[in-house]
C-alpha cells in the first residue's frame, strides 16, 4: 500500500506555500482597495447547485465534479468552482435585498475538478476571484478587469494578454447558435467526438475546442459579432471605449466563449507566457452574468466576476524569478555545552513574545551544528549561550550577513534587537532619501538639457 498523493493533486509546502500565501496577500489587498468583501462558502455544495448554474451543457457538469452521496443520501459536489456558491450565499444571507447593491465579494480556496491532469492542469486548484452582483452597468465588468489587469501588475506581470469578447444576450446567443448548427452539422463527421456531443447540447462549446483538426474547421465558422442585437453590440463597444480611456490594453478574440454556461456579454481571460515558453493557459478568466442569480432563485441582477487560477500564478512567477525568497528568522539560539536549557527555553520565549522570530537548537549542544542550523534558517543574528556567558549572563550577539559580533547583557537583548533593526531602518530610509535625491538631480539636469535642445 502506498500513500502517495491523488494523481491531479499536489502538497504544498514551504517556500511554495510562503509563495501562495504573498501572492494571496496582494490580490487581498488589492481586493480591499476596490472594496470587495471577504466570502467563504462551503466546500461541499448540494450537486444541483452547480448542475443549475454552470449547465448541463458544460464540460464541469458532464464529466468533472467530484460528486458522492453522503450517509443522509443527498447528492453532494465538491465545489468546482465559486461563482455559483457565492450567489446562493448572497440569496441566503438575503444581502441582495437588505444592502446596497451591488454587493461586491471576494474569496480564495481550493476548488475541485475531475480533469486530465497536464501541465498548469490539477484536479484540486486554488482560485482567487471576485464577483460584483447587482448591477447592470458595462463599467462593473470595466472594473472587474481593471482589478485583474491591477493585481497582475502588483504580481509584476508584464507583457500581459488581455483577450476579451462578447457572447451577446440571449437573443444574440439564440441567433448565433443557429447559425452555428447549420455550420458545423456540415462538418461535424469530421470533428472528435466531444464536439459530437457539444453541437446537441451547446454549439458555442465547439469554439473552444482543442483538437488541432476540428480548429481548422472552426477557423471557418460564423462569428458572434455578426449575430449581435443592438443593445448587447453597444454595450461591448462601451466596454470596450471605457477599457481604452483606462489604458488598459486588449485583443479582441471572436472565438473565446469560456467553459461555464452561465456567461452573456462580456467574456475575457488573461493570459501570460512564462520566459522559458511555458503557456499555462489562462491565468485569470470571467465574464459577466445575466440569469444566473433568478435561476438560483434570487431576484432578476445580473453580476460580473473574475477567477484566478494561483497554481497558474506561482508557477509563471517562479518560472519568472519573481517570487519572494523565504522570509528570514530574525534570531537564532545556540546553547552550547552544560547550560541550563529550561533557562534559555525561557529566553526563546521572551524574544518571540516581543515580536521576534526565533528558533533554538535543542538537538544539538554544538557551535558548528548551531552556525549550520543557522544559516539554513536564513537567521540574521546568532545568539550563542555557553557555561561560561550563562555564569556572567553576557551573551554573543552575531550579526550572521555582516559577521559582526557585540556582547549583549542579558536583560537588555530586547533592547539591543530593537535598536539594531532601528538603526537598519534609518539606515535603509537615509539610503532611499539618498537616492530620491540623486534621481531628482539627474531629472532636474534631464529637464535643463530638453530646455537647451
Ligand atoms: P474557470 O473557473 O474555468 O473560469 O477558471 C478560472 C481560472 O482557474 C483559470 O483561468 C485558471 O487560471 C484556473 N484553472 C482552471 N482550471 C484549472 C485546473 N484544472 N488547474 C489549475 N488551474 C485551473
Same mark, same amino acid.
Given at each position: 500500500?502506498?500513500?502517495?498523493?491523488?494523481?491531479?493533486?499536489?502538497?504544498?509546502?514551504?517556500?511554495?506555500?510562503?509563495?501562495?500565501?504573498?501572492?494571496?496577500?496582494?490580490?487581498?489587498?488589492?481586493?480591499?482597495?476596490?472594496?470587495?468583501?471577504?466570502?467563504?462558502?462551503?466546500?461541499?455544495?448540494?450537486?444541483?447547485l452547480?448542475?443549475?448554474s454552470?449547465? =448541463?451543457?458544460?464540460?464541469?457538469?458532464?464529466?468533472?465534479?467530484?460528486?458522492?452521496?453522503?450517509?443522509?443520501?443527498?447528492?453532494?459536489?465538491?465545489?468546482?468552482?465559486?461563482t455559483a456558491g457565492i450567489i446562493r450565499s448572497m440569496i441566503?444571507?438575503?444581502?441582495l435585498?437588505?444592502?446596497?447593491?451591488?454587493?461586491?465579494a471576494?474569496?480564495?480556496?481550493?476548488?475541485?475538478?475531475?480533469?486530465?491532469?497536464?501541465?498548469?492542469?490539477?484536479?484540486?486548484?486554488?482560485?482567487?476571484?471576485?464577483e460584483?452582483v447587482?448591477?447592470?452597468?458595462?463599467?462593473?465588468?470595466?472594473?472587474?478587469?481593471?482589478?485583474?489587469?491591477?493585481?497582475?501588475? $502588483?504580481?509584476?506581470?508584464?507583457?500581459?494578454?488581455?483577450?476579451?469578447?462578447?457572447?451577446?444576450?440571449?437573443?444574440?446567443?439564440?441567433?448565433?447558435?443557429?447559425?452555428?448548427?447549420?455550420?458545423?452539422?456540415?462538418?461535424?463527421?469530421?470533428?472528435?467526438?466531444?464536439?459530437?456531443?457539444?453541437?446537441?447540447?451547446?454549439?458555442?462549446?465547439?469554439?473552444?475546442?482543442?483538437?488541432?483538426?476540428?480548429?481548422?474547421?472552426?477557423?471557418?465558422?460564423?462569428? $458572434?459579432?455578426?449575430?449581435?442585437?443592438?443593445? %448587447?453590440?453597444?454595450?461591448?463597444?462601451?466596454?470596450?471605449?471605457?477599457?481604452?480611456? $483606462?489604458?488598459?490594453?486588449?485583443?479582441?478574440?471572436?472565438?473565446?466563449?469560456?467553459?461555464?454556461?452561465y456567461?452573456?456579454?462580456?467574456?475575457?481571460?488573461?493570459?501570460?507566457? %512564462?520566459?522559458?515558453?511555458?503557456?499555462?493557459?489562462?491565468?485569470?478568466?470571467? @465574464?459577466?452574468y445575466?440569469?444566473l442569480v433568478?435561476e438560483l432563485g434570487g431576484?432578476?441582477l445580473?453580476g460580473?466576476g473574475?477567477?484566478?487560477?494561483?497554481?497558474?500564478?506561482?508557477?509563471?512567477?517562479?518560472?519568472?524569478?519573481?517570487?519572494?525568497?523565504?522570509?528570514?528568522?530574525?534570531?537564532? #539560539?545556540?546553547?552550547?555545552?552544560?547550560?541550563?536549557?529550561?533557562?534559555?527555553?525561557?529566553?526563546?520565549?521572551?524574544?518571540?513574545?516581543? @515580536?521576534?522570530?526565533?528558533?533554538?537548537?535543542?538537538?544539538?549542544?554544538? #557551535?558548528?551544528?548551531?552556525?549550520?542550523?543557522?544559516?539554513?534558517?536564513?537567521?540574521?543574528?546568532?545568539? #550563542?549561550?555557553?557555561?561560561?556567558?550563562?555564569?556572567?549572563?553576557?551573551?554573543?550577539?552575531?550579526?550572521? =550577513?555582516?559577521?559582526?559580533?557585540?556582547?549583549?547583557?542579558?536583560?537588555?537583548?530586547?533592547?539591543?534587537?530593537?535598536?539594531?533593526?532601528?538603526?537598519?531602518?534609518?539606515?535603509?530610509?537615509?539610503?532611499?532619501? %539618498?537616492?530620491?535625491?540623486?534621481?531628482?538631480?539627474?531629472?532636474?539636469?534631464?529637464?535643463?538639457?530638453?530646455?537647451?535642445?
Open positions: 500500500m502506498d500513500y502517495n498523493v491523488l494523481k491531479g493533486t499536489h502538497d504544498i509546502i514551504d517556500e511554495e506555500a510562503y509563495n501562495y500565501s504573498y501572492i494571496e496577500e496582494i490580490l487581498t489587498n488589492i481586493a480591499w482597495l476596490y472594496d470587495f468583501k471577504e466570502y467563504r462558502v462551503p466546500v461541499i455544495e448540494k450537486s444541483e452547480y448542475q443549475r454552470v449547465g =448541463e451543457g458544460s464540460d464541469i457538469v458532464r464529466k468533472e465534479m467530484y460528486t458522492f452521496e453522503d450517509k443522509g443520501n443527498r447528492l453532494i459536489t465538491l465545489r468546482p468552482e465559486f441566503n444571507s438575503k444581502f435585498v437588505t444592502r446596497d447593491l451591488p454587493l461586491k471576494f474569496y480564495c480556496g481550493p476548488v475541485f475538478r475531475y480533469e486530465r491532469p497536464q501541465l498548469g492542469r490539477y484536479r484540486q486548484f486554488n482560485q482567487f476571484g471576485i460584483i447587482g448591477s447592470n452597468s458595462y463599467l462593473r465588468d470595466v472594473e472587474c478587469i481593471a482589478f485583474g489587469y491591477t493585481a497582475l501588475k $502588483m504580481l509584476g506581470f508584464k507583457n500581459l494578454e488581455l483577450r476579451i469578447n462578447t457572447l451577446g444576450d440571449k437573443f444574440s446567443r439564440e441567433n448565433y447558435k443557429k447559425a452555428l448548427v447549420n455550420y458545423f452539422s456540415k462538418h461535424i463527421n469530421e470533428m472528435c467526438n466531444d464536439c459530437k456531443e457539444r453541437l446537441k447540447l451547446n454549439p458555442l462549446r465547439i469554439l473552444d475546442c482543442k483538437v488541432l483538426d476540428d480548429q481548422e474547421i472552426i477557423k471557418g465558422a460564423p462569428l $458572434m459579432k455578426n449575430y449581435l442585437t443592438l443593445d %448587447s453590440k453597444t454595450r461591448f463597444e462601451n466596454v470596450l471605449e471605457a477599457l481604452d480611456i $483606462m489604458g488598459i490594453p486588449y485583443i479582441e478574440d471572436d472565438t473565446l466563449v469560456r467553459g461555464l454556461d456567461y452573456s456579454d462580456t467574456v475575457f481571460e488573461f493570459h501570460y507566457t %512564462s520566459k522559458n515558453g511555458n503557456n499555462y493557459g489562462a491565468i485569470g478568466a470571467g @465574464g459577466h445575466s440569469d433568478k431576484p432578476v445580473s460580473v473574475l477567477s484566478f487560477g494561483i497554481e497558474r500564478l506561482y508557477n509563471i512567477l517562479k518560472d519568472d524569478n519573481k517570487l519572494q525568497k523565504k522570509d528570514k528568522i530574525d534570531l537564532y #539560539i545556540a546553547p552550547i555545552g552544560n547550560v541550563d536549557i529550561n533557562y534559555i527555553m525561557s529566553i526563546v520565549f521572551d524574544v518571540r513574545n516581543n @515580536g521576534y522570530s526565533c528558533e533554538i537548537n535543542l538537538e544539538s549542544k554544538s #557551535i558548528t551544528s548551531s552556525i549550520k542550523k543557522a544559516v539554513r534558517a536564513n537567521s540574521k543574528y546568532l545568539l #550563542i549561550i555557553g557555561e561560561d556567558e550563562m555564569k556572567d549572563g553576557i551573551y554573543t550577539l552575531k550579526n550572521l =550577513e555582516t559577521q559582526e559580533q557585540l556582547d549583549v547583557y542579558e536583560p537588555d537583548l530586547i533592547k539591543v534587537l530593537d535598536a539594531l533593526y532601528q538603526e537598519e531602518e534609518d539606515k535603509y530610509c537615509d539610503l532611499t532619501e %539618498s537616492i530620491n535625491e540623486l534621481k531628482d538631480e539627474e531629472d532636474e539636469e534631464d529637464e535643463e538639457e530638453i530646455e537647451k535642445e
